[in-house]
């Protein structure tokens, strides 16, 4: 609904391909950025695995808007067993699905000027770049950024990657050093050698410098499009939802729990689509979050916690609380009555937060949360840092600080401001504009 109308430009018919990782928070930021070309006045084919495929009952199809699976072969079971890292699976994914991407990309050409690939599509992005040089069409793209990792020193600047330290690096539990950068290099090498341009979701008044880096070292052109999901319209996002929709349904009766509560008296808890904590943690989440006397609103995700999902531990009071196992979390951070967010600083998660200004408890788990998080506690100034030691009554002093204590008062405020300068980025929706002039000069 914020969207100004877009400048429809004379380039209909001109089609785009976009190639998603099969994640939610991958595949909400991609859809909405088709929409924002297909407002645009381009056509997408989305390009999509079989796993996570968009439900057919359920999508669309018109002439500005098809889906296309890739028929990828299924991934060996070390990939997808219970413990297999995050890392392991996207190596299979990129190996499962380089040639059926391919073969699929080609089927649509000549008719396809561009294809916007996830940057962990590394094998998809160099299919794309081969097709690409038989010059019946270019491909540009490659959306979100890694960071190279390692180190022993944990709590060491790392000078040129200002604010961050060496423990807010890029890491994967239980993935080895080697494995991991050996998959940020490859990602980082297809970027550099097969990509025209880079996507990223993100917007100048929180992230200029690192996008000036991006187009320094890449030289490439850098389009900051984001916030992508302030950009689409409530509606559409409402149809984005309904197209993967087996993922996670989110449980609507919440909303009316929040409209009960005084404004800016609840903290939102909730660690994304993918992160899972141990037992332990979750115990611990539970009394710290009972002792802190806050009303929260928790998503507790089914296989959210490793091994079977628990009962809340004996004897702990959550009649403050409510424990959904999805939240329409856009919703619930816009809704008046959200002080505070308790997040693992997933990448979207942040960027909604930021929109609303809503302060965070950052308590990163793996990936670029570490760096996200850094951002939101020390460059951004919206937030507290939970801290990796983790107890019951850390979480409460944690808690309590952000919701009622001066520091978090002092947080939210800054954050309104922050969420200021974002609304000035959506009114003005440049870079998706010149983005669209981008590809179709191609
Ligand atoms: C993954 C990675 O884990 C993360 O590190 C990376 O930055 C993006 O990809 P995920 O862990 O799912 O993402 O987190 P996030 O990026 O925050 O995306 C979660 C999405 O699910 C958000 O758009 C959020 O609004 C939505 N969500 C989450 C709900 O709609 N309801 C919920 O209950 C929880």
């Not at 098809?66 to 299979?92: K, M, R, W």
């Not at 009649?319 to 329409?328: D, N, Y």
């Not at 939101?376 to 409460?396: C, K």
Request: glycine letters at 8%; a negative charge; aromatic letters at 6%.
């Amino acid at each position: 609904t914020q969207e100004r109308e877009p400048e429809r430009q004379p380039h209909a018919g001109r089609r785009v391909a976009l190639f998603p990782l099969p994640f939610q928070g991958h595949l909400s930021p991609m859809l909405q950025l088709a929409d924002l070309l297909r407002a645009r006045g381009l056509a997408v084919t989305v390009l999509h695995t079989r796993s996570n495929a968009p439900d057919p009952a359920r999508h669309r199809h018109g002439p500005d808007l098809a889906f296309l699976p890739i028929h990828e072969a299924a991934l060996p079971e070390e990939a997808t067993s219970p413990g297999a890292d995050i890392v392991a699976q996207l190596l299979a994914l990129n190996a499962a699905c380089e040639a059926p991407f391919r073969d699929a990309l080609a089927s649509l050409l000549p008719g396809v000027a561009c294809a916007v690939v996830d940057g962990q599509w590394y094998a998809a992005l160099g299919a794309a770049a081969r097709l690409g040089n038989s010059d019946e069409c270019h491909f540009v793209l490659a959306e979100s950024l890694w960071i190279i990792p390692a180190g022993e020193r944990l709590d060491e600047a790392v000078p040129e990657l200002e604010p961050l330290r060496v423990r807010d690096l890029i890491r994967v539990d239980g993935c080895e050093t080697e494995a991991l950068c050996g998959f940020i290099a490859r990602v980082a090498d297809a970027m550099r050698d097969s990509a025209s341009g880079v996507v990223v979701n993100t917007f100048d008044a929180i992230e200029a410098s690192e996008l000036g880096k991006i187009e320094a070292e890449l030289s490439k052109p850098t389009f900051a499009v984001g916030p992508l999901h302030k950009l689409t319209t409530a509606r559409t996002a409402a149809e984005q939802y309904r197209h993967f929709v087996r993922l996670y349904g989110p449980d609507r009766a919440c909303l009316a729990w929040l409209d009960a509560h005084p404004p800016r008296s609840v903290l939102y808890v909730s660690l994304g689509s993918v992160a899972c904590i141990d037992h332990d943690m979750f115990d611990e989440m539970a009394w710290g979050l009972a002792a802190s006397g806050v009303p929260f609103l928790w998503v507790n995700r089914p296989g959210s916690v490793r091994g079977c999902m628990p009962a809340l531990p004996y004897g702990v009071d959550v009649s403050r609380g409510k424990i959904v196992p999805w939240a329409p979390q856009r919703d619930v951070l816009a809704h008046p009555a959200i002080g505070g967010f308790w997040t693992h600083c997933g990448w979207n998660s942040t960027l909604e937060s930021v929109c609303e200004g809503v302060p965070m408890l950052a308590r990163p788990c793996f990936a670029d949360q570490t760096v996200n998080a850094r951002y939101v506690t020390h460059q951004w100034g919206v937030g507290l840092e939970l801290g990796e030691v983790f107890d019951r009554d850390r979480v409460a002093v944690a808690v309590r600080k952000l919701m009622v204590g001066e520091e978090g008062a002092a947080m939210r405020e800054t954050a309104r401001r922050l969420k200021i300068q974002a609304n000035q980025c959506v009114a003005a929706t440049l870079a998706i504009d010149n983005l669209v002039k981008y590809i179709c000069s191609l």
